[in-house]
């Protein structure tokens, strides 16, 4: 017996030196509960949905490589999912999380086990519903570290703080989508902006108080930058600081120094902050960007930045924001956005294309005889407005369920325009579940091209399932035969969730080895319900590994 004892020894010992990594990945266990909060922002209080009470919810802590466990148990009255944005899902599509795509949504009483593995990837994510508009305050960081021993490609700070920007409305938001859908109208704008769930002080509300970032003399922070904002593009700013990106979308960059952030919904940003000057405080900025003639939420979210040793009462050192339509601040961000391209991340960009795809990006008016002029705002790509089915999209193709969806998405827009030009094109769309089938392993460019269909307007773009390659942006319409001779196939920043400019396009990469069923969105919560989504069907490999494994026990069903 004692031989047996000591022959198993050695043999886990040997696993441990022959396989270091094997005891270096973990499973992390989280517990989320769905549960209603009553809260009160804004001089005003509602009944608030949140995970395990917070606002936001708690951050998922994990390493490069571990396995994540989260029970989800659902104690509202409200059917929800929760999508884990920016993580890959290698061989786990039935752990995404969006609504109808990928699984039935969890009933109210429910519960369901979401099981993934945070393979090759590291950085600041997010995690959020992906279900209506809950995701308003179902929302909350996803922070994943190195490999233990491994360093950052960057000077270790001395502390790391996580920054949440969102979107806060009086009223129940639910009740606010509910009504636009209805009346065919654009809803409700949100009443406030928040920094780490605190909204500072607001016209008709001078008390509310702002959330502070404390820091010492002389220390380096790392903060991770969330946008979970529904609708708004947002500027970032530290008065007096200048903030030295490092990562975005859970993907290093080469290092630059900007005084500004610019940062879509879904987007994250990594960024080394300073603490060298006097002691004091300094205020902190989160303001809207929009730069097309479309409602927004125009209140700027105060908080500050305050010294250790600061006395009591300071005199704040003020910061200007960028004007609300500052498109040259956005760009001269974007633009310096870099893939970090080293030995050890290198940007594998692919350079010979399988699928050549060009999708329009519009808003448009439908019919709808109970609406109150008669006619609904819709939004499209490739002038398809996306139906959501009553069953899952991933069940119906694993399980071969007929009638449920087509698989036959336009590679084109079907009638050729001016897009970016004045435009008297038919703002009619069609409507279907229309999917695109890819191949495994099969390469994709998608150039997603904006157009001035009732308004141009800045589109976040999120793909599930995959990072792509930012390879090429501009203005106006896109040009196949010049613009992708100014294609960086060399750098191209790496991301999740892309903003495409105002009456202009971007060009993305990716390489499809990820079997399943995967969404490409807009992140603005008010087109996604208008419409602007569609989804890619990744086909099988050969082997197990390149095969969509079978879904777990306890799949929610419809």
């Not at 590291?122 to 209506?132: E, M, V």
């Not at 509910?178 to 002080?201: F, M, Y």
């Not at 191949?439 to 904006?450: E, K, P």
């Not at 991301?495 to 009456?503: A, D, E, F, K, Y």
Request: include cysteine; charge should be positive; aromatic fraction near 10%.
């Amino acid at each position: 017996m004692e031989s047996c004892r000591l022959h198993l020894r050695a043999m886990l010992l040997l696993v441990v030196f022959l396989h270091p990594a094997f005891v270096q990945s973990l499973v992390r266990h989280y517990k989320f509960s769905v549960v209603f909060k009553n809260t009160t922002k804004l001089c005003s209080s509602k009944p608030t949905i949140t995970v395990n009470g917070k606002f936001p919810g708690p951050t998922l802590y994990a390493r490069e490589d571990d396995t994540v466990i989260v029970r989800v148990i659902n104690h509202v009255n409200h059917n929800l999912t929760i999508h884990w944005h920016g993580v890959k899902q290698l061989g786990t599509a039935w752990a995404d999380g969006p609504a109808y795509i990928t699984q039935c949504p969890i009933q109210p009483g429910q519960n369901f086990i979401y099981n993934f593995t945070l393979t090759g990837q590291r950085g600041t994510l997010l995690w959020h519903a992906h279900t209506s508009w809950l995701r308003a305050t179902l929302h909350g960081a996803i922070v994943i570290l190195p490999k233990r021993g491994t360093p950052y490609p960057f000077p270790t700070p001395d502390e790391e703080k996580t920054v949440i920007l969102a979107e806060w409305w009086k009223s129940d938001v639910e009740a606010v989508v509910n009504q636009s859908i209805k009346s065919g109208l654009p809803p409700n704008v949100s009443d406030a902006h928040t920094i780490n769930g605190h909204a500072g002080p607001v016209p008709g509300c001078s008390s509310q108080g702002g959330y502070t970032l404390h820091v010492e003399s002389g220390k380096t922070y790392l903060l991770r930058i969330i946008n979970a904002a529904l609708n708004d593009d947002l500027f970032f700013k530290i008065a007096g600081h200048n903030l030295t990106v490092v990562e975005v979308d859970a993907s290093y960059t080469k290092p630059f120094q900007t005084d500004t952030i610019f940062i879509s919904p879904g987007q994250t940003t990594n960024a080394i902050l300073t603490a060298n000057r006097r002691i004091g405080k300094y205020l902190i900025a989160a303001s809207p960007f929009m730069d097309a003639p479309v409602g927004f939420d125009n209140l700027t979210s105060i908080a500050s930045l305050r010294y250790k040793g600061t006395p009591a009462n300071p005199k704040a050192f003020l910061t200007s924001i960028p004007p609300q339509n500052a498109t040259p601040v956005t760009n001269t961000f974007m633009d310096s956005l870099r893939s970090l391209n080293s030995k050890q991340y290198p940007a594998n960009v692919p350079l010979t294309i399988d699928h050549s795809l060009f999708f329009t990006i519009a808003v448009g008016v439908n019919p709808c005889a109970t609406c109150v002029n008669g006619s609904k705002l819709v939004a499209a790509f490739n002038n398809v407005s996306f139906v959501m089915p009553t069953i899952a999209l991933l069940q119906a193709y694993y399980y071969n369920i007929k009638g449920v969806y087509t698989l036959d998405f336009p590679a084109n827009p079907p009638i050729p325009f001016n897009y970016t030009g004045n435009t008297t094109a038919n703002m009619q769309t069609t409507n279907g579940t229309r999917l695109y089938r890819l191949g495994y392993n099969s390469t994709v460019q998608i150039v997603l091209q904006g157009t001035a269909v009732i308004a141009p307007e800045s589109h976040p773009t999120h793909l599930h399932g995959f990072n792509f390659f930012v390879v090429g942006k501009g203005i106006g319409n896109f040009d196949p035969t010049k613009d992708p001779k100014t294609f960086n196939l060399v750098d191209p920043v790496e991301r999740n969730t892309i903003s495409v400019p105002t009456g202009g396009w971007t060009a993305i990469r990716f390489r499809a080895d990820n079997p399943g069923i995967w969404f490409l969105h807009c992140h603005l919560e008010v087109h996604t319900t208008w419409g602007l989504k569609m989804p890619f069907l990744v086909e099988n490999g050969k082997g197990a590994n390149e095969t969509l494994r079978p879904p777990p026990a306890d799949l929610p069903t419809c």
